[in-house]
């Protein structure tokens, strides 16, 4: 795969950032201190599904809103804005548990069977089945 020159030039900003953070010790100790619940916020996804909880929230938020603002009789240049804001609130929050139903949701169990699967494993190894 070729790497454009834009995307090289920010990966190698993204990297002196990095390096100029992990310089201070300060950053250094307060990295390790926190480095399992970094951890665990990655493998258990926990940005993704604060990132659905919220557009879930705020599509509601403004479907409600731009249903109230419709029905209100406002003129026409607030009709079209409340329109617009009842289409993208209906958008977003559907479009979230839509993600949530298909994505996020089956990959919580297909880790929870792996995970199953590996402690059979280890069981088995061990020499215990029970």
Do not use: N
Not at 32 to 41: F, T
Not at 106 to 127: N, S, T
């Amino acid at each position: 795969m070729t790497e454009t020159p834009r995307t090289g030039e920010a990966a190698r900003h993204v990297d002196d950032e990095l390096d100029k953070v992990f310089r201070d010790p300060e950053a250094v100790a307060w990295m390790g201190s926190h480095l399992d619940d970094l951890r665990r916020s990655v493998t258990e996804q926990r940005f993704r599904t604060q990132t659905l909880w919220i557009s879930v929230a705020a599509g509601l938020a403004a479907h409600v809103g731009g249903y109230l603002l419709r029905s209100s009789g406002a003129g026409e240049p607030l009709a079209i804005i409340a329109d617009l804001l009842y289409s993208l609130g209906f958008a977003l929050w559907t479009g979230a548990v839509v993600v949530a139903l298909v994505e996020i949701f089956p990959q919580r169990k297909e880790r929870q069977v792996l995970d199953a699967i590996a402690r059979y494993e280890a069981a088995v190894r061990r020499g215990r089945t029970d």
